[in-house]
Nanobody, 126 residues
């Protein structure tokens, strides 16, 4: 059974930083591209960042480019999201997700992912 456990969320002032982690189990982690999405109250879930199974390629939403960094440690079966220069509009529940299919490149739409974590709340105060 696949499990994705996110951690690292919390309350931070605007301009601050947080590092999210997503620990995976129950799957050959190194074979799967991974993504981070977020959902704010009353809004649809949106893409944040993704990383190829090899770690060699990454992608970001325009709204976070230059501020967020996605990375992974395949030995630890963990994907990270370093978030710097946080803004109030970054407030949301953040989810990590597993890309459908082994050795597929990353994707930027939610339907391309089929396993999701429970989410971790990030709140940025102004």
């Amino acid at each position: 059974q696949v499990q994705l456990i996110e951690s690292g969320g919390g309350l931070v002032q605007a301009g601050g930083s947080l590092r999210l982690s997503c620990a995976a189990s129950g799957l050959p982690f190194s074979r799967y591209s991974m993504g981070w999405f977020r959902q704010a109250p009353g809004k649809e879930r949106e893409f944040v960042a993704a990383i190829k199974w090899s770690g060699s390629f990454t992608a970001y939403a325009d709204s976070v480019k230059g501020r967020f960094t996605i990375s992974r440690d395949n030995a630890k079966k963990t994907v990270y999201l370093q978030m710097n220069s946080l803004k109030p509009e970054d407030t949301a529940v953040y989810y990590c997700a597993v890309r459908k299919g082994e050795y597929n490149n990353y994707a930027m739409t939610a339907p391309d992912y089929d396993r999701w974590g429970q989410g971790t709340q990030v709140t940025v105060s102004s």
